[in-house]
């Protein structure tokens, strides 16, 4: 009995995890999302503190590997903002990911009757991460002479008037590395710019004396945060649709971990 | 749905499960992905660098009539370190290639000690001391906010006494240290939770491509 | 030359970057930026190495047909097959990022699918690893079980279900003990690295030379 505890097959508990979550995902049973204060306040900036039309940076700082936890609030947080009025700039400093959610960007704004150039606008890719922040900070044109097609700056109606951080109303990090920090400690203290993250669960953690000290205005914390953002703007997406496969998942394993631990009582009692 | 796009999610699909069968065991079907996606993404990172980087930064700039000469001229510089890096193929000369390196290291120290002072120190000590004492009209929430200011900062710095190790723990030292170490638990399992967080839901994105995308199983 | 230079080069480097910051105006107050373009364009050179150093492995593993030559010859037509629909793209479409694009066909059908996937394999390895090293073998170790424990219950919906009281604590550890750990920890790491810089302008950290 104790061996049994004790020495779990490992592939017992890959099958195990696989059922738990693929099975709620076919089911898909409705769980309440509760808001968190993080993501509360990052929704309320977008909704009450930004007058419609102001002009949000949205940064993508991720690639495939953490596509399912960031992608959703992106589209989330997008949907808000165009929703708002506001005009996005898309850039990013994971090249790998910005071909990713460059395809929820158009979709989103194609559904919501957004133009290019009016709207929105895609920068593209611009390697070195410190390089773009600072250089952004003076004339973005700098580092951006062209959009992410070669498109030069200056014949997009939008930028006509955006030149540095003081053009724009708030920067939003989608973040699964450290570049979150770059974008605190290069441009949040330096051009002393507002900002919030949405960041994959294993960023999150280092992201709260930021979020403390008030570096950061809120900060959206993995698929659950995504869910939560969802919850908030009143459009249920895949992070809400993951909650209950999350849950079971969440459950199982720790199920496994009091297994563990009870195998391993009865082994040192013994 | 055209071919290609039809094709494409089988092949995604196919890649999806060839990387997944190795929960069973490491297999050659494991590793022909494994080798596909290095080959694929290390070229991916040649055409997406030189197409973001070194065309607009170097030879749009370079070939502009409009991009003053003086510049043109300043571009020769990380164009000269850029060669001097790739004279590692050469043994008799590789040593040079240790200036532009020596340039790369002494930017990123120059700009990290700005930046951490400026960006997270500075900052950091700032909000973890001031203000201690809140005081709001309703006394039960000025009396919790400061009791966790105070909390904030006894944990902020027993953490640090705990990884201070020019002095031998012992005394007052030792106990602080014992304190911060329950501190850094209660943070590390905090963060422990966090990343198995965020693994199930890469887990859920892979298997709801699976059963959305292409088995069509779920909306 | 050999290692004067570079010394030189970093010390000068690095403090002009640290007197740019305090000077903002020109001709420093541009040098930051000036200076991080020019390692944008040596990062472009050094991409060059690092591709030559695989290509050239996976060849000579071919040619000498040692074991799992097979997967190397894999690796090298799935390298040339995305460099040369990258540059198709690019000529074609005027942008490698063109959604129409091949290139964007080969991202989300191969590299996608990959990438995503070695990392979602990691959620079998947590699981199986949190069962057999996850013992309350003493104090510490206890109170990373609870906190564990408890943030992951409390940040997902059947948390709530379980007990109210779940969410509210979870969010009080992430916010308050958590955090100021991370917040005692993340002021060392970076005290090091301010230690580290200044090693490394005055030329006491010379390591990378080697």
Do not use: C
């Amino acid at each position: 009995m104790i061996e049994l505890l004790d020495k779990l097959d490992r592939r017992i508990i890959y099958l195990v995890i696989g059922i738990v979550v693929a099975y709620p995902l076919i089911v898909h049973p409705v769980m309440p999302i509760r808001v968190s204060e993080e993501v509360k306040r990052a929704y309320e900036f977008v909704e009450d503190s930004l007058p419609s039309g102001s002009v949000i940076l949205i940064s993508i700082d991720y690639d495939a590997a953490s596509e399912p936890e960031l992608t959703p609030m992106f589209r989330a947080v997008l949907t808000h903002a165009f929703r708002k009025g506001h005009k996005v700039i898309y850039m990013g400093h994971w090249a790998l990911g910005l071909p990713l959610a460059q395809k929820d960007l158009e979709e989103i704004a194609h559904r919501m009757g957004k133009t290019y150039g009016v709207d929105y606008v895609n920068l593209g890719y611009r390697p070195g991460f410190v390089t773009v922040m600072l250089a952004m900070g003076r004339e973005l044109r700098d580092i951006y002479s062209s959009d992410y097609q070669g498109i030069p700056i200056d014949s997009i109606p939008m930028m006509a008037n955006i030149h540095n951080y003081d053009q724009i109303d708030l920067i939003i990090g989608f973040e699964a590395g450290s570049t979150g920090e770059f974008w605190i400690q290069y441009v949040g203290s330096r051009f002393n710019k507002r900002m919030f993250f949405g960041t994959t669960g294993v960023v999150a953690p280092d992201l709260y004396p930021y979020y403390a000290s008030g570096q950061i205005l809120g900060l959206i914390g993995g698929l659950k945060g995504a869910a939560e953002y969802e919850t908030q703007i009143g459009h249920p997406a895949r992070g809400v649709f993951g909650m209950p496969a999350q849950s079971f998942a969440h459950l199982a394993i720790l199920i496994f971990i009091v297994i563990g631990n009870i195998g391993y009582i009865l082994r040192r009692r013994r | 749905m055209n071919f290609f796009d039809l094709f494409g999610t089988w092949l995604a699909a196919g890649l999806t499960v060839a990387i997944l069968s190795f929960l069973y065991r490491d297999n050659p079907l494991y590793k022909f992905a494994e080798h596909i996606y290095v080959g694929a993404s290390a070229a991916f990172w040649v055409v997406i660098f030189w197409y973001s980087d070194v065309k607009p930064m170097l030879i749009d700039r370079a070939l502009d009539p409009q991009y003053p000469l003086g510049e043109k001229l300043i571009l020769l510089i990380p164009t000269i370190f850029g060669i001097m890096m790739l004279l590692r193929w050469f043994p008799k000369v590789a040593w040079i290639s240790r200036w532009p390196i020596a340039f790369t290291v002494g930017m990123a120290a120059g700009l990290a000690l700005t930046a951490t002072v400026q960006g997270y120190i500075v900052p950091q000590i700032k909000a973890t001391l001031f203000p201690v004492v809140v005081i709001t009209k309703d006394p039960l929430i000025s009396l919790w906010r400061s009791l966790m200011n105070i909390f904030v900062i006894f944990g902020v710095f027993t953490t640090i006494l705990y990884f201070y190790f020019s002095k031998e723990h012992t005394g007052l030292l030792k106990v602080g240290s014992r304190i911060g170490i329950i501190f850094i638990m209660v943070g590390f399992g905090a963060s422990f939770g966090y990343t198995i967080m965020a693994r199930i839901s890469l887990l859920i994105g892979r298997i709801y491509f699976l059963l959305h995308s292409w088995l069509g199983v779920i909306d | 030359m050999k290692r004067e230079v570079p010394l030189a080069i970093t010390f000068i480097t690095g403090v002009l970057l640290v007197v740019a910051f305090f000077v903002p105006h020109p001709p420093l107050g541009d040098l930051q930026q000036r200076f991080q373009i020019w390692y944008s364009i040596v990062a472009g050179f050094t991409f060059l190495l690092g591709l030559d150093s695989l290509v050239k492995h996976h060849l000579k593993k071919i040619q000498h047909r040692r074991s799992g030559w097979g997967f190397s010859v894999a690796l090298l037509i799935s390298f040339f097959t995305t460099l040369i629909l990258g540059f198709y793209s690019w000529f074609v479409f005027s942008s490698p990022y063109d959604l129409r694009a091949p290139f964007q066909w080969l991202y989300t059908s191969v590299i996608l699918p990959l990438q995503a996937t070695m990392f979602a394999l990691l959620a079998f390895f947590i699981a199986s690893a949190a069962y057999r090293a996850f013992r309350a073998r003493n104090l510490a170790a206890s109170l990373l079980l609870v906190s564990a424990g408890i943030v992951m219950l409390g940040r997902v919906p059947i948390g709530k279900a379980i007990w109210s009281g779940l969410p509210v604590i979870s969010d009080w550890i992430m916010n308050y003990p958590q955090m100021a750990a991370k917040r005692g920890i993340l002021m060392g790491t970076y005290l090091g690295a301010i230690a580290m810089s200044l090693r490394i302008i005055l030329g006491m950290e010379r390591t990378y030379l080697t």
